[in-house]
């Protein structure tokens, strides 16, 4: 597929509108494996989540750079519209099932854009919270549009800067426990394997069911 338009997101977050092939659907949340179609790329496979509108007449992702060794992000980052990426069949467990809190790292704030896209676009918002933590102020993806569709239900997390408007913490039990006011909800994890896995076990150990506790596999 054709990339039709590249948007700089942040310092190192790059937006990437492709085609859309006919017929091709996905439920807001779920991800394709993603390679660039030139030589020496096309086996390097990597996974991406969608994050336009399910109707949109184009398929977009939002990709985080990672220029420190010369790999796929570093590659795609140097594309340009007309260049090519392939792209194959739809998968991902996450997915909305209900109100609830979104609870993002960095890049893994992608899945979400696509449900609170979704949901903001049908006026179905309402009682869901996010809660998004990034290291620096320069890390966060798509500030203003968070604000405008959350309001104050949307709270933006910095772990290793302290600035004005932000929290500066960790995502931990503690801050949890002062957070979370009903574990009776949904709560959609995503981020780096190492976090979503000590929330995951924590929001159990609070009361949360298991089965409403959404992520990847």
């Known amino acids: 597929m054709k990339i039709l338009a ?96 979104f609870i993002a790292g960095g890049a893994g704030i992608t899945p979400f854009l696509a449900i609170l896209r979704d949901l903001h676009r049908k006026g179905k918002l309402e009682g869901n919270t996010l809660f998004f933590s990034n290291q620096t102020y320069r890390d966060i993806i798509h500030e203003s549009e968070l604000k405008n569709m959350l309001g104050n239900n949307v709270v933006f997390i910095l772990s290793k800067e302290d600035k004005p408007g932000y929290l500066h913490t960790r995502i931990d039990k503690s801050f949890l426990q002062s957070n979370i006011t009903d574990t009776s909800k949904h709560f959609y994890i995503c981020g780096p394997d190492p976090m979503v896995n000590e929330i995951a076990g924590i929001l159990t150990g609070m009361g949360a069911s298991a089965d409403t506790v959404v992520f990847e596999k």
């Not at 996905?26 to 030589?39: L, M, R, Y």
């Not at 020496?40 to 991406?48: A, L, Q």
């Not at 750079?65 to 790999?71: A, E, F, S, V, W």
């Not at 340009?80 to 194959?88: A, F, N, Q, S």
């Open 6 to 101: 590249i948007e700089t997101v942040t310092h190192n977050v790059k937006s990437f509108r492709i085609e859309k092939p006919e017929g091709y659907s996905f439920v807001p949340g779920q991800a394709t494996d993603v390679s660039i179609n030139k030589e020496g790329w096309k086996e390097e496979v990597r996974p991406f989540t969608f994050t336009a509108l399910t109707d949109d007449p184009f398929l977009q992702f939002t990709i985080k750079g990672y220029h420190d060794h010369k790999g796929v992000t570093d590659q795609l980052h140097r594309l340009k519209p007309g260049d090519e990426l392939v792209i194959r069949d739809v998968w991902g467990a996450i997915e909305y099932k209900g109100p609830g809190y």
